[in-house]
Nanobody
Framework: QVQLVESGGGLVQPGGPLRLSCAAS????????MKWYRQAPGKERELVAG????????NYADSVKGRFTISRDNAKNTVFLQMNSLKPEDTAVYYC??????????WGQGTQVTVSS
């Protein structure tokens, strides 16, 4: 049974940090590209960051470059999103996603991040 379980969301003040985790099980994690998406109320889901299967390549949305860092630990089947200098516009539900060409993509249930004073 495939599972992606996000954790680490919550309420944080503007300018503060937050670290999201996504624990994977039920598939060969080290083969999959991992991504973080987010969806704010009334908006479409957008790609935030992605990391290659071995972790050597990363990419980011322009809106989070220099503030967010994606990483992974293949030994622990976990992907992380370190978020610094958070802004109110970063408020959204954050979703973990696993992708492998030719295979079904997997999604987590999401974790709420709220940036507010």
């Amino acid at each position: 049974q495939v599972q992606l379980v996000e954790s680490g969301g919550g309420l944080v003040q503007p300018g503060g940090p937050l670290r999201l985790s996504c624990a994977a099980s039920g598939f060969t994690f080290s083969l999959y590209v991992m991504k973080w998406y987010r969806q704010a109320p009334g908006k479409e889901r957008e790609l935030v960051a992605g990391i290659s299967s071995a972790g050597g390549n990363t990419n980011y949305a322009d809106s989070v470059k220099g503030r967010f860092t994606i990483s992974r630990d293949n030994a622990k089947n976990t992907v992380f999103l370190q978020m610094n200098s958070l802004k109110p516009e970063d408020t959204a539900v954050y979703y973990c996603n696993a992708q492998l060409p030719g295979r079904q993509a997997y999604w987590g249930q999401g974790t709420q991040v709220t940036v507010s004073s």
